[in-house]
């Protein structure tokens, strides 16, 4: 069973810096992108950003290059998004979500199983 | 960046069917998908590659996408698909290369 595991809510000060995780199980980890989603509260999905554990091959949305970094350790099959200095407009459920992917006959991208999400609350 | 146009809201009564319009330029030419979000759940994948169903979800659910409209065909609808809806694309040629849709509200009367 395909599974995506996400660390626990966090409270921040801004400021301050976090990394949270995404562990994947039931599935060849390093085969497959896995993607992260922002949801700021009562507002719609967000695409941040994506990265190919195999290679650590790394896309970013232009919304959020340079705001957050993404990350992988494929030995312990963990994606990672982190923030150097939490602003309170980082306050949102992220999400991470896995990739799948198809490219005949026409491109086919979509995610497949996510994450149960992390709560960031970044409040002094 | 491309852009996903969706109904904030769409009412419907039980049994009957909800459509859930997807607007965006050229549309038809691209592989559209759908999540369902209940609330203080993760989104689900209802429909992908414009009409397929993933194993698990009823075929209630039905998409279709041509010209600039895509949409999201809810038929029979009950009490628990009252949630929000998004479509998503992705598109090589845009910044984002994965783009969602606004959104809608699907109440169930």
């Known amino acids: 069973e395909v599974q995506l595991v996400q660390s626990g809510a966090e409270v921040k000060k801004p400021g301050e810096s976090l990394k949270i995780s995404c562990k994947g199980s039931?599935?060849?980890?390093?085969?497959?992108?896995i993607g992260w989603v922002r949801q700021m509260p009562g507002k719609g999905l967000e695409w941040m950003g994506i990265?190919?554990?195999?290679?650590?091959?790394?896309r970013y949305s232009p919304s959020f290059q340079g705001q957050v970094t993404i990350s992988a350790d494929k030995s312990i099959s963990t994606a990672y998004l982190q923030w150097s200095s939490l602003k309170a407009s980082d306050t949102a459920m992220y999400y991470c979500a896995r990739t799948f992917e198809r490219r005949s006959p026409r491109n086919v991208y979509y995610f497949d199983y996510w994450g149960q999400g992390t709560l960031v609350t970044v409040s002094s | 960046s491309y852009v996903l146009t969706q109904p904030p809201s769409v009412s419907v009564a039980p049994g009957q069917t909800a459509r859930i319009t997807c607007g965006g330029n050229n549309i038809g030419s691209k592989s559209v998908h759908w999540y369902q979000q209940k609330p203080g759940q993760a989104p689900v994948l209802v429909v992908y590659d414009d009409s397929d169903r993933p194993s698990g979800i009823p075929e209630r659910f039905s998409g279709s996408n041509s010209g600039n409209t895509a949409t999201l065909t809810i038929s029979r609808v009950e009490a628990g698909d009252e949630a929000d809806y998004y479509c998503?694309?992705?598109?090589?040629?845009?910044?984002?290369?994965?783009?969602f849709g606004t959104g809608t509200k699907v109440t169930v009367l």
């Open positions: 039931g599935y060849s980890f390093t085969s497959y992108w």
């Open positions: 998503q694309v992705w598109d090589s040629s845009s910044d984002p290369l994965y783009v």
């Open positions: 990265i190919y554990p195999g290679d650590s091959d790394t």
